[in-house]
Structure formats: structure tokens, C-alpha cells
Nanobody, 124 residues
Framework: QVQLLESGGGLVQVGGSLRLSCAAS????????MGWFRQAPGKERDIVAA????????YYAASVKGRFTISRDNAKNTVYLQMNSLKPEDTAVYYC?????????????????WGQGTQVTVSS
């Protein structure tokens, strides 16, 4: 059974940093693309960042480009999201997800397993 476990969320002040981690189990991690999504109250779940199996290709939403960095360690079965210069509008529940493909994807429907989410709150 595939499991994704996010960690690293919390409360941070504007301009601060957090690093989210997502530990995967139950499938060969290195064969699957990964993504981070977020959902704020009353809003849809949106792509934040995505990464290919090798880590050689990445995607960022315009709202986080230059501030967030997605990376993966295939030896540790873990994907990371480094978040810097955080803003109040970054407040949301952050989810990691895995897709059965090598290339990155930004479409939620192409991901087949999701984590339970971790809350990130940026206070002003």
C-alpha cells in the first residue's frame, strides 16, 4: 500500500522559511513523479511545484517561483519543498502526491496517491 507522510508544516511569520518533507513508501519511489499542492479554505487545490523522477525537471506555480524549491532524494524516498520569503497568501494545507509517470505533471487528476496534508500558516 502506497503511503505518503508529510511533515514540516507550522506557524511562521511573514518572510520566514519552512521546509516540508514527504516520505513515501509502498512503491519504488524513483520511478514516480512527485508534486506539491496546496488548498486554502474555500479554494480549490492548486499545484505548487512538481518534479520528474530524476529531479532534472521541475515546475513552479507563478506565485511561488523564486521563493520555493522542490527537490527529491530517491535514496531516502523523500520529496522536499523549501519555502522561503513566506507570505500570508501562502497559508494553506500542503499536500504531496505521486504520479505513475516519469515526467512531471501539474494536473491533479494524474496523481494517484496523496498524503494527508500539513498545515502552513503565515502570520503577519
Amino acid at each position: 500500500q502506497v503511503q505518503l507522510l508529510e511533515s514540516g508544516g507550522g506557524l511562521v511569520q511573514v518572510g520566514g522559511s519552512l521546509r516540508l518533507s514527504c516520505a513515501a513508501s509502498g512503491r519504488t519511489f524513483s520511478r514516480y513523479a512527485m508534486g506539491w499542492f496546496r488548498q486554502a479554505p474555500g479554494k480549490e487545490r492548486d499545484i505548487v511545484a512538481a518534479i520528474s523522477t530524476s529531479g532534472g525537471a521541475t515546475y513552479y506555480a507563478a506565485s511561488v517561483k523564486g521563493r520555493f524549491t522542490i527537490s527529491r532524494d530517491n535514496a531516502k524516498n523523500t520529496v522536499y519543498l523549501q519555502m522561503n520569503s513566506l507570505k500570508p497568501e501562502d497559508t494553506a494545507v500542503y499536500y504531496c502526491a505521486t504520479a505513475p509517470r516519469r515526467g512531471l505533471t501539474t494536473t491533479p487528476g494524474t496523481y494517484d496517491y496523496w498524503g494527508q496534508g500539513t498545515q502552513v500558516t503565515v502570520s503577519s
